[in-house]
Nanobody, 122 residues
Framework: QVQLVESGGGLVQTGDSLRLSCAAS????????MGWFRQAPGEGHEFVGQ???????MYANSFMGRFTISRDNTKNTVWLQMNGLKAEDTAVYYC????????????????WGQGTQVTVSS
């Protein structure tokens, strides 16, 4: 069973950048499609993007050009680079793992981390 631990969240200001990390243990990262989601207060889980096992990534339209997902299978780590942060990016950010092709639905994934809070102050 894969355990996922996110880190790197915090309080930043509008326009700042932040890089979140997701460390995987108990499994081989190269076998998993890795997704990033976020959840703002009172909202559901919003799909940010995903990285397939070969490293190719795709993003929800809202995040293209601003957020970037990368991974290093040798380090069992996935990152979410967030640039040009806005107040509306304030949310808890989660990584998720799937042995299949992932997708934009939270329930498509098999494992989820506990999340890391990102707060963007205007």
């Amino acid at each position: 069973q894969v355990q996922l631990v996110e880190s790197g969240g915090g309080l930043v200001q509008t326009g700042d950048s932040l890089r979140l990390s997701c460390a995987a243990s108990g499994g081989t990262l190269s076998s998993y499609t890795m997704g990033w989601f976020r959840q703002a207060p009172g909202e559901g889980h919003e799909f940010v993007g995903q990285s397939w096992t070969g490293g190719t990534s795709m993003y929800a339209n809202s995040f293209m050009g601003r957020f970037t997902i990368s991974r290093d299978n040798t380090k069992n780590t996935v990152w979410l680079q967030m640039n040009g942060l806005k107040a509306e990016d304030t949310a808890v950010y989660y990584c998720a793992a799937d042995l299949g092709f992932g997708g934009s639905e939270w329930s498509s994934y098999e494992y989820w981390g506990q999340g890391t809070q990102v707060t963007v102050s205007s």
